[in-house]
């Protein structure tokens, strides 16, 4: 399978953006999603996570109460809802798939075997 993310860009502390992840492939319906982040300095870390039918979630602390993760899976598209963004937002974001087990929520970046190319977020002060 192949991701593509994008919608990522420039926006002031207290915006919103909106990112959004296409897959390529008959099985993304299957396959648990995730969206990681990576800024500068610092590892890969897990944003949120949803599995294959979108019935259960996961956010990270930081991001609880501002960003949702959904998926349109007839679009074969997830996404990633972002609101009220802090200047600590801003990284590189990326959507991830796990295609051994669509029904579970993982937040370490080995358990995805498939990975989309990022895309950046920036967000001022």
């Known amino acids: 399978v192949q991701l593509q993310a994008f919608g990522g860009g420039l926006v002031q502390a207290g915006g919103s953006l909106r990112l959004s992840c296409a897959a390529s492939?008959?099985?993304?319906?299957?396959?648990?999603m995730g969206w990681f982040r990576q800024a500068p300095g610092k590892e890969r870390e897990l944003v949120a996570a949803?599995?294959?039918?979108?019935?259960?979630?996961y956010y990270a602390d930081s991001v609880k109460g501002r960003f949702a993760i959904s998926r349109d899976n007839s679009k074969n598209t997830l996404y990633l809802t972002m609101n009220s963004l802090e200047p600590e937002d801003t990284a590189v974001y990326y959507c991830a798939a796990n295609s051994r087990d669509g029904s579970g929520l993982y937040t370490t970046p080995r358990t995805y075997n498939y990975w989309g190319q990022g895309t950046e977020v920036t967000v001022s002060s």
């Open positions: 492939g008959r099985t993304f319906s299957t396959y648990g």
């Open positions: 949803i599995n294959w039918s979108g019935g259960t979630k």
